[in-house]
């Protein structure tokens, strides 16, 4: 199984603040990565895929990159909707179709 | 509009069984592989199941292998998890989900979750 390691599993942040979320894979998997938004009590909602596509409707201070093993989610100016837990997840087709653990942005 | 709208989930005593029911509309339902990932209380999402558009794929992971079954009914646009020897674990809230892509996919709509709570 390919596992999904993200950091870090919790941070702290304020309004306008640039955020940075890793993803390691336990191996190779190109790009086959997407990234999850959840807020509490709301079902998840896709923000990137294959890496660094941005998914229609999610606006652009959300971005991805990377490729391999290790990938960034990287939200420009955070901002009061984006305060959430974010979920990486791989799609190389190995399955599992592992998600990785979480990480939960709160107000700072 | 797309939408997912699972049912099913209740409270059932260790050992019992239950299926889960996820009705779509909005999209042509056979074109699309379908998924349902759980999410127990507190915790991260776990991927539980998947099945192709024409049923002739489904995937499992081990945690559930051997006692749950995916399954789809294309004429009512309908996804299934047939739940068996449920156990304190599978307690969770399951969502069942679309698959979009070909290469690169992802789940792009998600229903609201139907919760199944395993207790005496």
């Known amino acids: 199984d390919i596992q999904m390691t993200q950091s870090p599993s919790s941070l702290s942040a304020s309004v306008g603040d640039r955020v940075t979320i890793t993803c390691r894979a336990s191996?190779?998997?190109?790009?086959?990565l997407n990234w999850y938004q959840q807020t509490p009590g709301k079902a998840p909602k896709v923000v990137i895929y294959?890496?660094?596509t941005l998914q229609s409707g999610v606006p652009s201070r959300f971005s991805g990159s990377g490729s391999g093993t290790d990938f960034t989610l990287t939200i420009s100016s955070l901002q009061p909707e984006d305060f959430a837990t974010y979920y990486c997840?791989?799609?190389?087709?190995?399955?599992?179709?592992?998600f990785g653990g979480g990480t939960k942005v709160d107000i700072k | 509009e797309v939408q997912l709208l699972e049912s099913g989930g209740a409270l059932v005593q260790p050992g019992g069984s239950l299926r889960l029911s996820c009705a779509a509309s909005?999209?042509?339902?056979?074109?699309?592989?379908m998924t349902w990932v759980r999410q127990a209380p507190g915790k991260g999402l776990e991927w539980v199941s998947s099945?192709?558009?024409?049923?002739?794929?489904?995937y499992y992971a081990d945690s559930v292998k051997g006692r749950f079954a995916i399954s789809r009914d294309n004429s009512k646009s309908t996804l299934y998890l047939q739940m068996n020897s449920l156990r304190g674990e599978d307690t969770a809230l399951y969502y069942c989900?679309?698959?979009?892509?070909?290469?690169?996919?992802?789940?792009?709509?998600w229903g609201q979750g139907t919760l199944v709570t395993v207790s005496s």
């Open positions: 989900a679309k698959e979009e892509g070909q290469l690169w996919t992802y789940f792009d709509y």
């Open positions: 909005g999209f042509t339902f056979i074109n699309y592989a």
């Open positions: 099945i192709s558009g024409s049923a002739t794929g489904t």
């Open positions: 191996q190779s998997i190109s790009t086959y």
């Open positions: 294959a890496a660094s």
């Open positions: 997840q791989q799609s190389s087709g190995v399955r599992p179709l592992t």
